[in-house]
């Protein structure tokens, strides 16, 4: 046997069927992990570059812009931020290029999640997996743009407040660890509103409870806001819960839509009226077996008649 062989039998063999051993999924496993952990290693390498050639400007423009009595610099081309330790410069440049190659990688290692998720999922529900990685890839990516645009007035009003008399220098891991915490605290609390619609889908969470909890829900979206926002300052929270209070009404026009269209399909199989308790009626009509396939020579040699 030829090593080329001997490597190719040491493969595991993928199952048409999606009937795999627990070895092959682990090994599916490992190898969509190395993959994904790849791609990460090669953008955040890609982000390390970058951070010299306009992340690190990007970055600190919140800051920058400011005005010059709310930050330490001339108002000229000279604004920076402070680093007090030795190594305080190399473990914020690898933050945000961990943090940045992990958002330029995302494609990669979500369709690596959803490769190794998909073969054991329903035609119904790839379809709607699909549309969840998309609109909660776009949700996050709004509430983050969201928190960087309303970045700027927030540490406005913060900085203000110190009054006359004080001249402000934010560290650098200060500064960067309130921008990204707000980037990430925006991105994550916009997911929450899909969360109630999945719920819908799989017939956990009714458009009736939406409805008669809609307050509560506006209520709680705000305490939520108020907890959540690294500033907890009434301009950032009402910027947080205010679209989260308009994609929480979407959710319930969605969950809407979907229950009246349960209902009807519902109704034309005739389960409209059983009760919970009710079994539904089962087709009885045996199905037909087909014939079983052949067995075939472990050896490659033919079968003999017997005689």
């Given at each position: 046997m030829?090593?080329a062989?001997g ?11 999606a ?7 682990l ?27 306009g ?24 604004c920076g ?43 119904n ?28 007035k ?9 009054g ?27 997911e ?46 009402l910027?947080m ?6 994609l ?26 059983l ?22 020579d472990?050896l ?8």
């Amino acid at each position: 046997m030829s090593e080329a062989t001997g490597k190719r039998r040491r493969r595991t063999p993928r199952d048409p069927s999606a009937t795999m051993s627990l070895v092959a999924h682990l090994t599916e496993l490992r190898n969509r992990i190395g993959k994904a952990l790849l791609a990460l290693l090669v953008a955040t390498a890609v982000a390390f570059w970058w951070y010299e050639h306009g992340l690190g400007e990007f970055i600190r423009a919140p800051y920058c812009n400011l005005d010059p009595e709310l930050r330490y610099g001339d108002g000229g081309t000279e604004c920076g931020l402070l680093i007090t330790d030795v190594f305080g410069g190399v473990f914020i440049r690898l933050k945000v290029s961990f943090l940045a190659g992990a958002v330029l990688s995302s494609p990669f290692w979500l369709y690596q999640l959803w490769a190794f998720i998909t073969p054991g999922l329903k035609r119904n529900e790839k379809r709607y997996g699909v549309g969840f990685v998309a609109v909660s890839s776009l949700l996050f990516a709004g509430g983050a743009v969201l928190a960087y645009v309303s970045l700027a007035k927030g540490l406005e009003l913060l900085l203000s407040l110190a009054g006359d008399g004080t001249i402000i220098a934010l560290t650098a891991p200060d500064y960067i660890g309130f921008m990204l915490s707000l980037l990430i605290a925006f991105g994550v609390s916009f997911e929450v509103p899909l969360l109630a619609v999945a719920l819908n889908l799989v017939g956990v969470l009714s458009y009736d409870v939406l409805r008669k909890s809609r307050r509560w829900i506006f209520f709680l979206t705000i305490v939520f806001a108020a907890f959540v926002t690294p500033t907890q300052d009434p301009f950032t929270m009402l910027l947080m819960a205010g679209p989260m209070i308009v994609l929480f009404e979407i959710a319930i026009q969605i969950a809407r839509f979907v229950d009246r269209r349960r209902a009807r399909r519902e109704a034309a199989a005739g389960l409209a009226d059983l009760s919970d308790d009710e079994a539904s009626p089962l087709d009885a009509t045996p199905s037909r077996i087909e014939e079983p396939a052949p067995l075939e020579d472990p050896l490659g040699s033919s079968p003999s008649p017997r005689g």
